[in-house]
């Protein structure tokens, strides 16, 4: 079994900063893609961030320029650094990780419990 405990989630105010962590453990043997995705109030689930183990790193472009994913794919951590937050960002922040290469999009195995984001205006 696979599990993926989520902290830093909270209340800020617009400007303000928030990192999210996410580590990894159990039965999985290799990760290669690892994402954070969210889901705000009547939205759909949106991809935020993706880092490969190749390094390769892509975002959204609502939070490009603002956000910034890290991964540790020797200890099977994954960070989001989040920095002049906006209300639009309130949503459940997921950490999500997979064995593949996961495309843009796509769907990935391996899914936290969600940490709460909350941005003030």
């Known amino acids: 079994q696979v599990q993926l405990v989520e902290s830093g989630g909270g209340l800020v105010q617009a400007g303000g900063s928030l990192r999210l962590s996410c580590a990894v453990s159990g039965s999985i043997f290799s990760i290669n893609s690892m994402a954070w995705h969210r889901q705000a109030p009547g939205k759909q689930r949106e991809l935020v961030a993706t880092?490969?183990?190749?390094?390769?790193?892509k975002y959204a472009e609502s939070v490009k320029g603002r956000f910034t994913i890290s991964g540790d794919f020797n200890k099977y951590t994954v960070d989001l650094q989040m920095n002049n937050l906006k209300p639009e960002d309130t949503a459940v922040y997921y950490c999500?990780?997979?064995?593949?290469?996961?495309?843009?999009?796509?769907?990935?195995?391996?899914w936290g419990q969600g940490t709460q984001v909350t941005v003030s205006s």
């Open positions: 880092v490969k183990s190749e390094h390769s790193i």
């Open positions: 999500t990780v997979d064995r593949h290469f996961v495309a843009w999009g796509d769907s990935y195995d391996y």
